[in-house]
């Protein structure tokens, strides 16, 4: 289905993921919308090892 739609599937299950939670009630999309963000870790790199932050 979403090859014939011309998009990836990461695409198509975040299009799906955002339809379910308009969908959910008002107790339970707080809840969803929690555990719906991401925590992203970077770490600089410098001739092939990571760099400290001090």
Same mark, same amino acid.
């Given at each position: 289905?979403? /090859? !014939? &739609? #011309?998009?990836?599937? %990461? /695409?198509? +299950? !975040?299009?799906?993921? +955002?339809?379910? /939670?308009?969908? &959910? @009630?008002? #107790?339970?999309?707080? $809840? %969803? =919308?929690? +555990?719906?963000?991401?925590? %992203? @870790?970077?770490?600089?790199? =410098?001739? #092939? @090892?990571?760099?400290? @932050? $001090?």
């Amino acid at each position: 289905m979403w /090859r !014939q &739609l #011309g998009i990836n599937y %990461v /695409r198509y +299950s !975040q299009i799906a993921a +955002s339809a379910t /939670r308009k969908c &959910l @009630k008002k #107790g339970l999309k707080k $809840d %969803v =919308e929690k +555990s719906a963000t991401a925590t %992203v @870790k970077i770490t600089p790199w =410098e001739n #092939g @090892k990571p760099v400290k @932050k $001090d």
